[in-house]
T-cell receptor, first 114, second 116 residues
Framework: AQTVTQSQPEMSVQEAETVTLSCTYD???????LFWYKQPPSRQMILVIR??????QNATENRFSVNFQKAAKSFSLKISDSQLGDAAMYFC???????????FGTGTRLKVLA | DTGVSQDPRHKITKRGQNVTFRCDPI?????LYWYRQTLGQGPEFLTY????????KSRLLSDRFSAERPKGSFSTLEIQRTEQGDSAMYLC??????????????FGEGSWLTVV
């Protein structure tokens, strides 16, 4: 069975600094997608960034980028120039290609210090 | 397009009562999902609809839970004879065909259930 592990329950970063959130996963599949979702307090979960497993190039979305290490089954999220609005729970998620079920990690709470 | 909406946002109920949550997906989305999220955990899959057909139910969905999606539009999740262990946030999400590269699911804000 596929699993997603986030080993950092909480992280803090100074405003304007860079932070990296860790995620590892376990699967025997070769074709899948990985995601980072952001869940602000009392607000809906939104997609931050997505990575297709068949792509070697790491995905980037503005200040957000990932370090995808397929052999190591690692998928970390780097947030550059952190802003107060980045404070939220961040969930790493996995979905096997062609399926609809997402498997989420337990989340990392990110605090941004002014 | 106002996104995925859920109602009610918060519900406090006494143990043994029935509760029903409603989800209105993004209008053109034919896929609809229910997830449950407890404190300190990530969302866990409950069930999935393709149009009006319920294609999969998780083992987490006991016989006290029932979900419907009449006419492939909005969906309801009913919990009968609620127990304290049912206290959680119930998340609804919708999407287009997940087979397409780049497809993703869009979540609602969730419905918090507290069973006292």
């Amino acid at each position: 069975a596929q699993t997603v592990t986030q080993s950092q329950p909480e992280m803090s970063v100074q405003e304007a600094e860079t932070v990296t959130l860790s995620c590892t996963y376990d699967t025997s599949e070769s074709d899948y997608y990985l995601f980072w979702y952001k869940q602000p307090p009392s607000r809906q979960m939104i997609l931050v960034i997505r990575q297709e497993a068949y792509k070697q190039q790491n995905a980037t979305e503005n200040r957000f980028s990932v370090n995808f290490q397929k052999a190591a089954k690692s998928f970390s999220l780097k947030i550059s120039d952190s802003q107060l609005g980045d404070a939220a729970m961040y969930f790493c998620a996995y979905r096997r290609s062609g399926t609809y079920k997402y498997i989420f990690g337990t989340g990392t709470r990110l605090k941004v210090l002014a | 397009d106002t996104g995925v909406s859920q109602d009610p946002r918060h519900k406090i109920t006494k143990r043994g009562q029935n509760v029903t949550f409603r989800c209105d997906p993004i209008s053109e989305h034919n896929r609809l999902y229910w997830y449950r999220q407890t404190l300190g955990q990530g969302p866990e899959f409950l069930t999935y609809f393709q149009n009006e057909a319920q294609l999969e139910k998780s083992r987490l969905l006991s016989d006290r839970f029932s979900a419907e999606r009449p006419k492939g539009s909005f969906s309801t999740l009913e919990i009968q004879r609620t127990e304290q262990g049912d206290s959680a946030m119930y998340l609804c999400a919708s999407s287009l065909d997940p087979g397409y590269t780049g497809n993703t699911i869009y979540f609602g804000e969730g419905s918090w259930l507290t069973v006292v």
